[in-house]
């Protein structure tokens, strides 16, 4: 699901305000989130929405896009012990700029890139052993072939997560993949 914004101030405070409660309500649901990572992210989720870099005349027709992404997937064993898993699910939330109308230098020669943040929460299928991971990573989606199609894209991001159960040699022995509470996170689609 994708939201174009095109929103003066108010209603881009509006917009930070309902994006605030949204994280908020889903950090209440989802008991393994420290209360005191909220308050550094949602920093850095609301600060990205208003950060800008060589902007031009252009840069104002460039448009902003919440994505809201569900992924099912299968957590892989790290170890021959590992602890059985069920089906992994995650949701994540991207808040973007495309630079179609932005004619700085690195945008052309990244092919009118689009860039932004996202933030996610993911349960890898036994909370027990492996847990649960938060994700922030900024994020890079370029066309690949802008002169023939725009249908091939490589969204690529690095960023960092929050794992809320490790390794422990008495408690949890079998999590070998897992040994320490902040991970860095790698994506590319």
């Known amino acids: 699901m994708d939201l174009v914004v095109n929103a003066n101030k108010d209603q881009q405070k509006e917009l930070v305000l309902i994006i605030s409660q949204i994280i908020h309500s889903i950090i209440k649901h989802f008991s393994f989130i420290p209360s005191l990572l909220f308050k550094p992210v949602a920093f850095l989720l609301l600060a990205s929405l208003f950060s800008f870099g060589q902007q031009t005349k252009d840069s104002i027709k460039n448009k902003k896009s919440i994505s809201v992404e569900m992924t099912l997937g299968k957590t892989f064993n790290s170890n021959a012990n590992f602890p059985n898993t069920k089906l992994q699910k995650g949701l994540f ?25 996202l ?17 922030l990573m900024p994020y890079l989606e370029m066309r690949l072939f802008p002169k023939k199609t725009n249908r091939w894209n490589l969204l690529t991001g690095y960023g960092l997560s929050y794992m ?26």
């Open 164 to 189: 809320n159960r490790q390794f422990d040699p008495v408690s949890n022995p079998f999590n070998k993949g897992i040994s320490t509470k902040l991970n860095w996170s790698f994506r590319s689609l």
């Open 93 to 117: 939330f991207s808040f973007g700029t495309s630079h179609l109308a932005n004619n700085t230098e690195w945008t052309r020669h990244l092919n009118q890139p689009t860039t932004g943040i």
């Open 119 to 135: 933030i996610g929460i993911t349960d890898f299928g036994n909370t027990e052993s492996i847990g649960q991971a938060i994700t």
